[in-house]
């Protein structure tokens, strides 16, 4: 299939990240990172709404309840967007102020499956974890600069991580419980194709994986073969998510964020939030279980 992904949302983010298609609400949820907002964009109408956030935000998850989760820099919090307030549920790595959160998903479970960075991208101190009865727990995964993810298959059974720097993607099993296999080399990205991004699994358990500072996305099957590519008009794409009423309308975060004057020139529409159509649909988000 063809794609033509067009810009939506005109946000300019410095490095939008953690889209999310929330269907009780009709509407995508998303970050930027470097801006420091949460965004809401409801595909009926177009509309958009921002909030402030008060820490460097990774990503937005539902919770059961109505809830929404943000994971700010230090920490996963409940946001209320009637008031902007945010309340800390659970410190990440406080002992490691130069670290932010940076990625996340939810499995069939209700577990929360987030990661770890070094905010300067240079030290190997990035880590995975599992969020579950309001624990953090260390996923037992190797450190590295940037991690992404993680994704998890739609029967819940394989675990998808990202070191970004090492421009590799790999799969773990994921037993019932929680607890994760080795993890063996799903795909490698080649040089001069960009760096691997956030990954999103559609329903026949292909993985979707943003490229940044490589001008696409890529489809993957599940035994690591690249099947398809959406070429896009600015360089950064960071991660994408289904949505829509069936799931088949892909939105991709992008970002500005490394840009000289001459590429933004060039890139107009570089952080804008952008749409294209796929025959596959994504799917639904588990709510997280929160305590």
């Known amino acids: 299939m063809g794609y033509d992904p067009v810009s939506v949302a005109p946000v300019g983010a410095t490095l939008g990240e953690g889209p999310v298609w929330i269907a009780r609400d009709q509407a995508l949820w998303f970050v930027d ?12 109408g177009g509309h958009l709404r921002s909030w402030d956030a008060p820490a460097q935000p990774g990503w937005v998850l539902p919770a059961e309840g109505g809830d929404l989760l943000i994971g700010l820099q230090g920490g996963i919090h409940r946001f209320d967007p009637g ?100 993890s063996r080399l799903f795909a490698r990205i080649e040089d001069g194709a960009g760096y691997p991004d956030g990954p999103t699994v559609d329903g026949e358990g292909h993985v979707w994986i943003g490229l940044f500072a490589g001008w696409a996305a890529r489809r993957y099957a599940p035994d690591g073969r690249l099947v398809e590519t959406a070429r896009f008009p600015t360089a950064n794409i960071t991660k ?52």
């Open 33 to 44: 990172i470097k801006g420091r907002r949460i965004h809401r964009f409801d595909q009926e």
């Open 240 to 291: 994408l998510a289904f949505g829509g009423a069936d799931l088949r309308t892909v939105y991709a975060t992008t970002a500005a964020k490394d840009l000289d004057a001459a590429a933004r020139d060039a890139q107009p529409d570089a952080g804008n939030l952008f749409s294209f159509r796929a025959d596959v649909p994504g799917v639904p988000v588990t709510p997280a279980k929160v305590p």
């Open 83 to 182: 008031t902007g307030r945010f309340t800390m549920i659970a410190q990440v790595e406080a002992d490691r102020p130069g670290n932010r959160l940076n990625d996340a998903c939810t499995d069939p479970e209700g577990r929360i499956w987030l990661g770890s960075m070094d905010d300067g991208e240079r030290a190997e101190t990035g880590r995975f974890y599992r969020f579950e009865d309001g624990r953090v727990t260390d996923a037992g995964l190797p450190p590295v600069s940037i991690t992404n993810g993680p994704a998890v298959s739609p029967d819940g059974r394989l675990f998808y991580h990202v070191d970004t720097l090492g421009r590799t993607i790999h799969v773990c099993d994921l037993s019932q419980d929680g607890t994760l296999g080795p």
